[in-house]
């Protein structure tokens, strides 16, 4: 895909048909590298998507879209990132060895930008997840994917672990925390594929590349992504709780261009007029500044109060307005 690319509960997957999170397993030589991607080259797919726009004549134009993925599952579950699939009326998967499978959507979540695939390929190699929280900076890490239409098979790269803790916060996309930073090249076509450490665990799903800069890709963490994987194979969807708002981090920068009262924080940009924060008296502009008596220093603090809470609950949200502090009640509501 080229679009540009673009996290938020931590919790252990149960087992998937005979797959279960890496309890740490040994790291293997530099030398074995070859034999690891071998075997991980074998559970890596391509994904092409067939979606139908329309033209200014209103004429229908078939447009194709690729991404990667990678099996979770020997029944033939496949992960991918959800904007590789969105809109698409046909999902085609292509193994390492050529053979081609329907894909049929199992379930999505916009807000991590996942999807689970099914194909019906008989018992598949399937990739082993790892642990992300054990995860080093300059720890050497290995992506997979399918990049820009290149034929031949999937293509295979290699670096570091530049940084963690990594979020992305851009209008109108889904908003990323915890992401992992790396500078193995990952390229349009690589989004959905397999960030993998030396043992050939999978501790990311890569998902974004930044155009305009070098040798910077990011990948969603594995513990972000386990708990997500579990629900979207079990219901086809991630029930959160919601306050129907669009808010962006408060920094201390943000806060002086845009001279605001308050340092830290979650700027409310946009909300639902039928939703739980416009219900609790939320406006836009609002600083939310703590949940349940929580502070609130960024948006990733604040999905991260909220995912804490379930649909229906009742909370206490502080908001910082007109040099006042006011503290709000609401009733969540449900991520649609």
Known sequence: MTRRRFAATLACLPLLGGVSPAQGGPRVAGSDLPAMVQRSVAATVSVTTRQIEHDQF???????GLGSGFVVDPRGF???NWHVVVGAEQIKVTLSDERVFRGVLVGADPFTDLAVLKVDGGKLPALRLGVSARLRVG???VAIGSPLWIEGGPTVTA?????????MEEPGLPILHD???TDAAINPGNSGGPLLNRAGEVIGVNTALI????GIGFAIAVDTVKPVLAALIANGRVVRPSLA????SVTPQVAYANDLPVERGALIIKLDPAGAGAAAGMEVGDIVTAVEGRG???LHDLHERLARQRAGATVSISVHRSGRTLVLSAVLGEEQ
């Open 58 to 64: 209103n004429q229908r134009v078939a447009i194709r």
């Open 78 to 80: 496949v992960l991918t």
């Open 139 to 141: 720890e050497t890490v």
């Open 159 to 167: 670096g570091v672990v530049s940084a963690l803790g990594r979020s």
């Open 179 to 181: 992401l992992i930073q």
């Open 211 to 214: 155009p305009s800069a070098h």
């Open 245 to 248: 708002v669009s808010a962006v």
């Open 296 to 298: 609130v220093r960024s």
